[in-house]
């Protein structure tokens, strides 16, 4: 390439260095496991259902059950339906599911195997169901599998027998458990009764009984997401995570959605509640407006030590959009904002707030990874590091205070039975980040001038 510029020699097209998502099947995985007496099926060879269970164990430090096809040679080259039949008939004779969530892997997708038409030759035991969600991993990123999982439920599950239940139902998105619980919690404070499907609250966040349960008593059941179709509207929280099972839910039972963003900070909060108000006619109840006035109070607290500090977030891409909108209430500068997930919607709408801000000067990309991230912080440095565990090291190497953010965190105990959402998850991410920033003044400062600061 010697007529190439500078830019065509180094720039990466295909090439993902630490990519900012992992494959669709543990997004698949998750979402399956938000449905009461589940039990996810991995359709492909064993190593693949290994790493996704492993990685939902270390993250919720919950023991992840799941099953396998369990492919070798012969079912790479001929195809996996004879395994899937097999491993259908043992799993409800030993297992004993309600439903058997199927998702495929790579393999299984490359060979082609028809998983609906091997799903109708499976003897399924009256009262139970197996649903499927077609997740390629060379395709999206687990948001997509998440997504592509949440259709496959509404499609073999929901059903509108014309009689409304006079219900709300609400698709929270990839978010962890203390989410959920925070979402539902302000839904039940408008006096709101609601369909929450997939609701891993109450799977992987449960006590210790000293009696093992393969299926904790949490998740939506069978009948909740069946009668989905009989609600008055669902709320899609996340457009990249659950709209496409609200539409779908639509296209097959007439029930109306709207897409919300997932409620971090004040003004998504707000928009979450007062949206929701407003449908059902309810008023806003004084509790919430409490909770409301004590964040906005902590973030005026916290202005003389945040302003104008520059950040870089990383994550998926439903709470990023949330989280940038944040941090410019906070008064704070994004200057680096990525997802792994691909979808020039993510770019447009963080750049409107951008533009809405005045802020000019920052780069947003979908589709980008941690060395990219990485590379921008050595050319112009920024004074805080937001996102999940993997951004560690470049917390380290580049010196930065990081607060640790999003699904994939690991190496923080008990982090998922903390919300981020809600006007309490604002004021735990306010706490976090401004202490960050203080504990590097306190680093860098002698103890007089330290008190001076505080």
Not at 213 to 228: F, L, N, R, V
Request: hydrophobic share 35%.
């Amino acid at each position: 390439m010697l007529n190439a510029t500078p830019k065509e020699i180094v720039e990466r097209k295909a090439l993902k260095i630490n990519p900012v998502k992992t494959c669709q099947p543990i997004g698949a995985m998750y979402a399956a496991l938000g449905i009461h007496n589940c039990l996810p099926h991995s359709h492909g060879s064993q190593g693949c259902c290994s790493f996704h269970r492993m990685q939902l164990t270390r993250i919720f430090k919950e023991p992840v059950m799941a099953s396998t096809s369990s492919f070798t040679e012969g079912a790479s080259v001929f195809g996996g339906g004879s395994n899937l039949k097999t491993a259908a008939k043992n799993i409800f004779s030993l297992y004993e599911p309600d439903v058997i969530a199927v998702h495929t892997t790579c393999l299984s997708e490359t060979i082609g195997d028809d998983i609906p038409t091997y799903i109708r030759d499976v003897d399924v035991p009256e009262g139970k169901i197996m649903i499927h969600a077609n997740t390629p991993s060379y395709v999206g990123s687990h948001i997509t599998g998440y997504s592509n999982m949440v259709k496959g439920m509404v499609s073999y599950l929901a059903k509108n027998s014309g009689l409304d239940n006079g219900k709300i139902n609400l698709i929270p998105g990839m978010v962890g458990p203390a989410d959920i619980k925070e979402m539902k919690r302000l839904v039940e404070a408008l006096g709101l009764n609601h369909i929450t499907f997939p609701d891993q609250s109450g799977v992987l966040d449960t006590p210790m009984t000293g009696e093992y349960k393969m299926y904790p008593k949490g998740g939506a059941t069978k009948e909740d997401i069946e009668d989905a179709g009989n609600s008055k509207i669902t709320y899609a929280i996340g457009s990249f995570a659950s709209e496409l099972g609200a539409v779908t839910l639509e296209k097959s039972t007439k029930v109306p959605f709207k897409t919300l963003y997932t409620p971090i900070g004040i003004e998504a909060t707000d928009e979450f509640i007062y949206t929701i108000a407003k449908d059902a006619g309810k008023e806003i109840p004084e509790e919430i407006e409490e909770e409301r006035g004590q964040l906005v109070d902590v973030l005026l607290d916290s202005h003389q030590y945040v302003y104008g500090k520059k950040v870089a977030i990383f994550g998926d891409p439903d709470v990023v959009i949330s989280l940038t909108r944040f941090v410019l209430e906070l008064g704070m500068i994004p200057k680096y904002v990525i997802t792994g997930t691909p979808g020039s919607e993510f770019e447009k709408v963080i750049n409107g707030y951008l533009e809405k801000a005045g802020i000019e000067d920052c780069k947003v990309k979908a589709a980008s990874d941690l060395f990219e991230l990485q590379q921008w912080i050595k050319n112009e440095g920024v004074d805080l590091l937001i996102g999940n565990s993997h951004g560690k090291y470049i917390a380290k190497a580049e010196d930065i205070p990081f607060v640790r953010f999003g699904f994939f965190t690991l190496d923080r105990f008990a982090f998922h039975y903390n919300p981020t959402v809600g006007y309490k998850g604002g004021i735990r991410l306010v706490e976090q980040i401004t202490n960050a920033i203080l504990d590097r003044i306190e680093r860098d400062s002698s103890d007089d001038d330290f008190e001076l600061v505080r």
